[in-house]
């Protein structure tokens, strides 16, 4: 079975930290990232981890969040540090089992995507 699973959220207040794990299974993907949606709201790009280690993220969470992978373990991790308020939302895993050359901010450029798990943050 193809599939992505997330684990590692919670309820937290604001200034916390929380780290996200996504165990992938069934195939080995190329590059991994992370999407989150508040409600109300589009689903939105948030980091991506390429082959290669090469990193990229949206501009509300650099210097606070990290991303990280595992390749031994098929594995990506975001690292959430300072939490405020506004990043309260369904964190999902998303992959992609081709490298992405180009782009790589919108969902429509990744095939597999996990269950999601909520991130609530409390002011």
């Known amino acids: 079975q193809v599939q992505l699973v997330e684990s590692g959220g919670g309820l937290v207040q604001a200034g916390d930290s929380l780290r996200l794990s996504c165990a992938a299974s069934?195939?080995?993907?190329?590059?991994m990232g992370w999407f989150r949606q508040a409600p109300g709201k589009e689903r939105d790009f948030v980091a991506v981890s390429r082959s290669g280690g090469i990193t990229s993220y949206t501009d509300s969470v650099k210097g606070r969040f990290s991303i990280s992978r595992d390749s031994a373990k098929n594995a990506v991790y975001l690292q959430m540090n300072g939490l405020k308020p506004e990043d309260t939302a369904v964190y999902y895993c998303?992959?992609?089992?081709?490298?992405?050359?180009?782009?790589?901010?919108?969902?429509?450029?990744?095939?597999?995507w996990g269950q999601g798990t909520q991130v609530t943050v409390s002011s």
């Open positions: 998303a992959a992609n089992r081709r490298p992405l050359f180009g782009g790589y901010s919108s969902r429509s450029q990744y095939d597999v």
């Open positions: 069934g195939v080995t993907f190329s590059t």
